[in-house]
């Protein structure tokens, strides 16, 4: 970007956002960050004190900086001392704002905190807003063009003209989708002479399965989800697939967002709970789990419920509200209290696996299960696991009871509950009350680590590794039911309170679960539970929830928010840049009863979605980022979206919807980096090899590469935007990975199959269609016919190549000709047009 381009960017925000200087909005953040402490509301320097206007006058000066000692504090010049300490001054921009405001008078409210409160836009109730005039109405398709249209016209600027037919049909493939359109949808749309084709082309595209798993991505994202636990250990997790799998579903059913919430949240404290409603409350699982040796359970379980209590204040609120959990927030007006309020909404989980069978897996399990417990039982009377593991739990017990006495049975005591969830619980349920999953998971735990309080010699000479080997083996031998991770209300009483200085075992003043007293209230008498907190949400008097899930949409559709700081609607949060759209969009969704599904239609309708791409180099020096959305952004694709194309377009993509975690195949030494993954990467075989990126099987502690490479988030906390880099890496991915140079040799073979008797000329033509839903330019096509013949010269000349690359024996095709057309195809995958939605 241009210098010239930076300061027309600057220029344009300071249009869109200019106000006079407010104490509450410009000075409070200023002194709350660089004056005031950070885990109190005052410093004290030699008397001098900054919380509110009467203790700070005699340092201000009103009506005149020049004497002002504060502003001689924080610039430096008082020689001395120096706000905030330790520092060269406060930012220039920062003191020219508090000059303005000294010299203005030094306007402080006695009550600035609820003043600034109530005057932040975005803790204003949503107000629907009638859709301006503007003055080219006949542009305008629906209501969210005259909003566009309006602020255009301010600058004097006309919108782009619509996007070609083939432009339009890949756009909207991708967006809603994730997968490019086959070269027979693009035709049939061009074609489509109907005056409602594009309409109709939209419906197609929000009724297929794969809008479930489009959709499903950003939302995996907001909620950190992973495959493995991470930090050192990073055990997989085998069922949290379970939880995607419902994510899915329920935005291919379009399952009210108010609905959606409510199910993840708390949907275990509805009437009569079905399985679903509580293998959606997995959202709450997607935590990480300490299982180091030597840490404190109880200190990690109390991080995660930090962790959820701040998740639910970035996903559903877009706050900041994690920044609360060591002192009140310094610019938002949640207290710390507010945080440990809605922690305590949390405190009182425990962390459960229940059976959550799919369609069709009752019967084959139902009919394997008798003698599938029949051999279990049979092996575990073989190796005599009964007559040691009963020693082995009341020893356990009695170091428990004794800590510090046998320092062999400590070690083995913490391993129980840090590598069994819930394992001290199972311990103490009396055998026969344990229930079957209890008692073979206390059994599995006690043959895998009974060498904890014997030697390893003893263990192996019982022959425990071979045991617990073939009980793995019949495990795998007998159909299963998918499990799922969920949470529902503990039989431990734990009571919560502010944690001081946010650190677990300093406990403060006791507080219980209570909505962030700063928006609206609870309904009077509602049960202080994660239901009230959950309808609390999608109320609709919460400024924020509707406001949040329309901005992350819009984000998706655009490449940028309406807010572009869609994790931070907060006082440090980038204003909108068309508010009263985003709160007609907002007030739209309530009125559509919550249907993600209609609220993408009613943008991918807008004529202001339909724009084409295409740079305005005059418009693009004023707004280089496209705030005011003169024209269609160009996006590059997700991680995902990147290497789902590739397999899309050369045949490879194994569809199938939902299901298992997969794990193509790792470059080499990758998985040697890990420490202590147990199993390591057990390679995906056949279809499963070819399934979609979202589920790729994410280790945290190892993530695939190429979904790292293209910005893929690490899933240790809430993302809520995704970064789009530009990489050598990126390039060396695309040319070199190996699922990519598969991907262009089925890709040339695809081009040679469907068109066998075709012109090389119309050869190269339905491989742009095929890659890119278009015709190539004529430069394009000479290019690549000259690629095609330079290729070939090189590979007759070493056949030995031509093998490696095309090791396909196809009738009628040289391996030469084949390992040509496969580097014309790996030239396609690799343009910045096929990485790009336009």
Known sequence: ??????????????????????????????????????????????????DSRKAALHVLSPGNSAGSLLLSLVSGKDGKRIMPPGSKGLAAADAAKLKEWIDAGAVWPETAVEASTNRH?????????????????????????????????????????EASRETLIRRLSLDLTGLPPSPQEAANFVRDNRADAYEHLVDRLLDSPHFGERWARPWLDAARFAD????????????????RHWVIDAINRDMPFDQFTVEQIAGDLLPNATIDQRVATGFHRNTLTNREGGVNIEQFRVEQVIDRAATIGTAWLGLTFGCAQCHDHKFDPITQKDFYQMYAFFNTLGEFDIDAPLDGEMGPYLAGLSEYRAKRAALLEEYKVGAHQGPWEARMKEAKQFPGKWTDWDHAFDALDKYLDNGERILNIPPAQRTRKQTDGLADHFIKNYHRVISKELWKELKYPELR????DLRREYPVLSEAPVVAEDTVS??????????????????????????????????????????????????????????RIWQELFGRGIVRTSEDFGRQGEAPSHPELLDWLAHRFVDLGWSRK??????????????????????????PANILLARQSRLRLSAEAVRDSALSVSELLYPAIGGRSVRPALPKGIIELAYGIEGGWPESTGRDRYRRGLYIHFQRTVPFPQLMNFDAPDSTVAACKRERSNTPLQALNLLNDPAFVEAARA????????????????????????????????????????????????????????????????????????????????????????????
């Open 1 to 50: 970007m241009t210098i010239r381009a930076v300061l027309a960017t600057i220029l344009l925000s300071i249009a869109i956002n200019a106000a006079p200087v407010d104490f509450a909005r410009d000075i409070q953040p200023i002194l709350a960050a660089n004056c005031w402490g950070c885990h109190g509301s005052r410093v004290q320097m030699k008397g001098l004190r900054l």
């Open 121 to 161: 836009w975005s803790f204003q109730p949503v107000r629907k807003s009638a859709p301006p005039p503007v003055r080219n109405a006949a542009w305008a398709r629906n209501e969210i063009d005259r909003f566009i249209l309006a602020r255009l016209d301010r600058e004097g600027w006309d919108p782009s003209p």
């Open 228 to 243: 493995s636990d991470g930090y050192e250990k990073d055990y997989v997790r085998p069922h949290a697939w379970r939880w």
């Open 469 to 472: 080997k073939k009980l793995q």
């Open 494 to 551: 734990r009571k919560s309170a502010i944690l001081i200085r946010g650190e677990w075992n300093k406990p403060g003043a006791p507080v219980r679960p209570l909505v962030p007293g700063f928006l609206h209230a609870a309904p009077a008498g509602a049960p202080e539970n994660r239901l009230t907190l959950a309808q609390w949400l999608v109320s609709k008097d919460n400024p924020l929830t509707a406001r949040v899930a329309v901005n």
């Open 598 to 623: 209609a609220m993408i239609r009613q943008i991918v309708t807008s004529a202001t979605y339909r724009q084409t791409s295409r740079a305005r180099p005059a418009i693009d020096a004023i707004d």
């Open 747 to 838: 890709l040339s073979l695809r081009v040679l199959r469907e068109k066998p008797a075709a012109a090389r000329a119309d050869q190269v033509e339905h491989l742009f269609r095929l890659c890119l839903a278009r015709r190539p330019l004529r430069a394009e096509l000479d290019s690549s016919l000259d690629y095609l013949r330079l290729q070939s010269g090189i590979f007759e000349k070493d056949p030995a190549a031509a093998a490696q690359l095309f090791a396909v024996d196809v009738p009628g095709v040289t391996q030469t000709a084949g390992a040509a057309w496969t580097g014309l195809a790996s030239v396609l995958l690799n343009l910045d047009e096929f990485i790009t939605r336009e």
